[in-house]
């Protein structure tokens, strides 16, 4: 039994009357979503509207419970310019009711609004524009969060912090026997074994470290444009390096692109617009983005020869490509493409 198993039919009805009973939602249709830890649910309601359905497994550690929700309620004490999902509490005031499925699995429901919007992922091609407006996204995520920086406490640390990248390659990459493929992370492993001793050193703050093209909730206009509408999925939330949100926002805009770098740095120029970059961050920016997808790539190749392996694979589908792209890119010459990006407006 994994925690991730599908629920049964008769699961999703004892869940839709625990929604009932608990916090006023009355839930018609189920549909599952993608999850990494959690069973999560977009549920459409009898009255049309939807609500998001998270499932945590418990025991859940409570610091890290409560680290998630308190990033929630900071999103609503200083509202980023997009959507983010927003905490629905139970008649009695809780975040959370307990849930126990028909296989003996031990869960709590969790209930947000629903963020409108497609993912990037899905509605595919992107332009500069969009990229440029991402990056003065980033920017804005850990103002909102600033005030989360005291009461972190080292909590939530995990697998996917940039700032852990290598460690988390050199834990995963055992599954990853394409030699050309082995040869891209023994060079990602290399410049980033260079940056590591000095990312101690640089601005913290509060981020959301997982910015990529599922998480962001978009929609094309009949001119084609692309807007972002939405934020999804705070839970990896985390005080760590500040460029860290940068880093990731701007390693998973180069996806799908004809050109990688040039994608990253439309994200660059979108960020600096808004937020000045210390020398020493624009030194590190690149090789701690490419060391951030190379967790990526190694990561899901490792789980997917594990199970699951239809979503391992549309997790790094377009990974595998972008990292040999900016890999063509010494990190000496992209940290001066960067650093001479015009300096915020005052």
Request: proline share 5%.
């Amino acid at each position: 039994m994994h925690v991730l198993d599908p629920l049964t039919a008769a699961d999703e009805r004892a869940l839709a009357a625990v929604l009932d009973e608990h916090f006023d939602v009355e839930a018609v249709h189920w549909q599952r979503l993608g999850g990494e830890l959690d069973i999560n649910y977009r549920a459409t309601l009898a009255d049309g509207g939807a609500r998001f359905v998270r499932l945590s497994p418990t025991p859940l550690d409570e610091a890290t419970f409560a680290w998630q929700n308190a990033v929630l309620e900071q999103l609503e004490e200083r509202p980023l310019p997009v959507a983010t999902p927003v905490l629905q509490r139970a008649a009695d005031g809780s975040v959370a009711k307990p849930f126990v499925a028909r296989d003996g699995r031990a869960l709590r429901a969790r209930v947000t609004s629903w963020v409108a919007g497609t993912s990037v992922a899905e509605l595919g091609g992107t332009d500069a524009a969009y990229r440029r407006s991402l990056g003065a996204l980033a920017a804005e995520v850990p103002r909102s969060l600033h005030p989360l920086a005291e009461r972190h406490d080292g909590q939530n640390l995990h697998h996917w912090m940039a700032d852990r990248a290598g460690d988390s390659i050199r834990s995963t990459w055992d599954a990853v026997i394409d030699p050309a493929r082995r040869a891209l992370l023994e060079e990602v492993l290399r410049r980033f074994d260079v940056i590591e001793p000095k990312l101690s050193t640089l601005p913290r703050a509060v981020v959301h470290q997982d910015l990529h093209d599922f998480n962001l909730l978009a929609e094309r206009r009949q001119d084609g444009a692309v807007s972002i509408m939405g934020i999804v999925d705070f839970n990896d939330a985390v005080a760590t390096v500040r460029i860290a949100e940068l880093a990731v926002a701007a390693a998973y805009a180069a996806l799908r692109q004809g050109d990688a770098f040039a994608a990253f740095a439309d994200v660059v120029s979108g960020y600096v617009a808004h937020c000045s970059l210390t020398a020493e961050e624009i030194e590190v920016l690149y090789p701690l983005a490419v060391a951030r997808l190379a967790v990526n790539a190694s990561t899901w190749t490792h789980r997917g020869r594990e199970g699951n392996r239809a979503y391992a694979e549309a997790r790094m589908a377009a990974t595998w490509p972008a990292l040999e792209q900016l890999l063509r890119v010494a990190p000496a010459e992209a940290a001066a493409r960067f650093a001479a990006e015009p300096l915020p407006e005052r």
